[in-house]
């Protein structure tokens, strides 16, 4: 408790998880649209109701000052929204935060790795599901898998600490390519997740249960040629992580359906919106865009809000494939 304000110094929900990792969207809009991400035809949202940049960094301020140490950034595709470096900027200067990251789509970052390395950002995420360039654009439905290799290359060699690769895995669509892509990160000495698709939003392209592969499947397949480890490493997310002995590589899985991580879950998200959510398999939130904006430099009633929504945090998800519609929102306005 800090004793002027009678404000917290940590945030601690009902259950005594300790939020100390927040992911902040920071646009809805994106140059991709994946086909278990978006439909093809999506609709965004005016300016206006989307938090500035400014405001992003008011928030940034806030929960490190309720010791949140870990801030990632997120969408959409963060690297198309305007000016978005500056932001990088202002978080990567915050005392208390110890780690600022980014999930991106690779697009964009020829031209940004090296600018997001100078903010203060040491590790990436960058999603790759293919690394055949007509199945890239068949499942980004647009996207270019030589611009994207070429911005991997470019964040090698800007210097990151770690890069670790995001692989949705589905069933007859990239499940061949699972060891290609241990082999590509393996030679590059990055990290890679297989994550297991999770039913948000409606999306029109293929039906979610059919092409769902858990990740004990991945890790069979992979084991066919590499031996896993299991570490008790955690970077704060919620990957479970195993080593290829003799490499640098960790190989980890996200599975929000065959390993639930509630019990442990550390983490909040806002969205582009400003909405604060306290799960991203349930729609318990606080609107955190209504108290900066009719209440603009208060920082002591934006804090208040945060600490009370503490108390609306659920247990868990309930993701269930077959029940549809689950969760409207999807990926890309909630921030992955
Ligand atoms: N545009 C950036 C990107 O693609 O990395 C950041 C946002 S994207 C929503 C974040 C991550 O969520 C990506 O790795 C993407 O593959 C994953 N993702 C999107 N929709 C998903 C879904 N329905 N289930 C599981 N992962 C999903
Ligand atoms: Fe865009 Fe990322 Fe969603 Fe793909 S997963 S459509 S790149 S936000």
């Known amino acids: 408790m ?65 010791g949140v140490t870990k801030l990632r950034i997120t969408g959409g595709e963060p690297l198309v929204r305007n000016n978005v470096i500056w932001l ?25 790795a090296q600018p997001l390395r100078d903010a203060g950002v040491r590790r990436l995420n960058i999603s790759l599901d293919s690394l055949d360039p007509e199945r890239f654009r068949r499942i980004t439905r647009v996207g270019d898998l030589h611009k994207v290799l070429r911005g991997i290359d470019a964040a090698r060699d800007a210097g990151f600490e770690r890069i670790k690769i995001n692989t949705v895995a589905m069933r007859n669509r990239n499940d061949d390519e699972i060891l290609d892509l241990v082999r590509y990160v393996l030679d590059r000495g990055m990290d890679i997740s297989f994550i297991e698709e999770m039913p948000l939003g409606v999306i029109d392209d293929h039906d979610r249960a059919e092409v769902y592969m858990s990740s004990d499947e991945v890790a069979d397949l992979i084991r066919a040629r590499h031996e896993l480890v299991e570490t008790a490493e955690k970077t704060g997310g919620p990957s479970r992580y195993f080593r290829i002995p003799g490499s ?10 065959s390993h639930n991580f509630c019990d442990s879950c550390n983490r909040v998200r806002v969205t582009t919106e400003g909405q604060l959510l306290l799960c991203l398999g349930q729609e318990h939130s606080m609107n955190l865009k209504q108290v900066l904006r009719s209440h603009p430099g208060d920082m002591d009633r934006l804090k208040r809000a945060i600490v009370a929504a503490m108390d609306i ?11 549809k519609p689950v969760i409207f929102r999807h990926m890309s306005v909630t921030g992955g």
């Open 2 to 66: 800090s004793a002027d304000s009678g404000l917290p110094d940590k945030l601690v929900d009902r259950f005594g998880r300790h939020v100390t990792y927040v992911r902040l969207s920071v646009t809805d809009r994106c140059d991709f649209r994946c086909v278990y991400c978006m439909s093809e035809d999506m609709t965004f949202l005016p300016r206006a109701q989307v938090l500035t940049l400014e405001e992003m960094a008011t928030l940034g301020r806030a929960f490190t000052e309720l």
């Open 88 to 112: 990088f900027r202002e978080l990567g200067r915050l005392p208390g935060l110890r780690e600022l990251t980014l999930t991106t789509n690779g697009s964009q970052l020829e031209r940004l």
């Open 248 to 257: 640098d590589t960790r190989v980890g899985f996200i599975s929000p359906h």
């Open 313 to 323: 945090k659920p247990r868990g998800h309930d993701f269930n494939l077959d029940a």
